[in-house]
């Protein structure tokens, strides 16, 4: 009998200025067969060109944008050029949430789709730490594999500064938008692909100011054993995950109520959003 191999899609992290203390992330997502790819936030070309092979400069489609800061946009137009000079011709468009991204040339809708190769690709616009804030959904409907790169709207136990928005904006992003987006049935399957490694001073956080107790939060406590033994957690955790041990996707849990001062439940969400923010700015 023949077994039909699997084969699946392929997401490569790339480090992006961490021997100069920085954390940032960017990521080649390619096609099974890896003749197709997106390469998202490639700010620091220098960087990201030695890590990507001939045949991987050569598949790159579209550049990609999560929101147009310069630590994520700012090496569009020479990764493009690069890409040229490497031999890649085709043209390579870049996708950004508004034309301040670096030479942007399509800003996709809330829930616009796109397909690479047989990936599927739904784009959640989530404005509050930027406007243009956009995450994506991958799906490879063969393997049934699901990924979503949330720049820095999301984090692993964490999300980003609310630079452009409220706390009701990022409410609406992380437990509105992005839930709905990507489908219950989906939460447990969808691994999350950060635009930053903030995961050990995320959880530093939620340990101080939230589950103070080991025991009082299980998946909290895996995830701090876990971040203490790996540098990198990118990838590592699903959206699932998140509910259960992300602060700001938990807004009515009790202890969270308490850390933000709220034992009694009285506060909307936006508020709670917005003093859990609040307390994490000023750690
Ligand atoms: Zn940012």
Same mark, same amino acid.
């Given at each position: 009998m023949l077994i039909r191999q699997v084969r699946k899609m392929h997401i490569k992290p790339i480090k992006m200025r961490w021997a100069t203390g920085g954390d940032n992330y960017s990521y080649l997502l390619s096609t099974q067969d890896k003749k197709l790819s997106w390469l998202i936030d490639p700010a620091e070309p220098m960087e990201v060109k030695p890590k990507l092979d001939s045949f991987e400069l050569k598949s790159i489609r579209c550049i990609v944008n999560t929101h147009h800061h310069f630590d994520h946009s700012g090496g569009n137009l020479n990764m493009v050029h690069d890409l040229k000079i490497a031999g890649n011709s085709s043209v390579v468009k870049i996708v950004a949430g508004s034309t301040e991204s670096q030479g942007a040339t399509e800003i996709p809708e809330h829930l616009q789709r796109y397909k690479l190769g047989n990936l599927d690709i739904l784009c959640i616009r989530t404005p509050c730490h930027t406007q243009d804030s956009v995450c994506y959904y991958v799906k490879d409907p063969e393997t049934n594999e699901h990924a979503l790169f949330t720049g820095d709207t999301l984090f692993t136990a964490g999300s980003g500064r609310f630079f452009e928005g409220t706390g009701e904006d990022m409410d609406a992003a992380l437990n509105k938008r992005l839930l709905e987006g /990507?489908?219950?049935?989906?939460?447990?399957? *969808?691994?999350?692909?950060?635009?930053?490694?903030? *995961?050990?001073?995320?959880? #530093?956080?939620?340990?101080?100011? /939230?589950? *103070? =107790?080991?025991?009082? =939060?299980?998946a909290l406590d895996e995830l701090e054993d876990f971040c203490n033994k790996h540098e990198m957690t990118t990838g590592r955790f699903t959206l699932q995950d998140e509910l259960k041990?992300?602060?700001?996707?938990?807004?009515?849990?009790?202890? /969270?109520? #308490?850390? /933000?001062?709220?034992?009694?439940?009285?506060?909307?969400?936006?508020e709670v959003m917005d003093k859990l923010r609040h307390m994490k700015n000023s750690m």
């Open positions: /990507v489908g219950e049935p989906n939460w447990s399957l *969808t691994r999350v692909f950060p635009g930053h490694e903030y *995961t050990k001073s995320n959880v #530093k956080f939620v340990r101080k100011a /939230v589950y *103070t =107790n080991i025991g009082e =939060n299980d041990f992300n602060p700001f996707m938990r807004l009515d849990d009790k202890l /969270v109520r #308490k850390a /933000v001062g709220d034992s009694a439940g009285k506060m909307g969400r936006s």
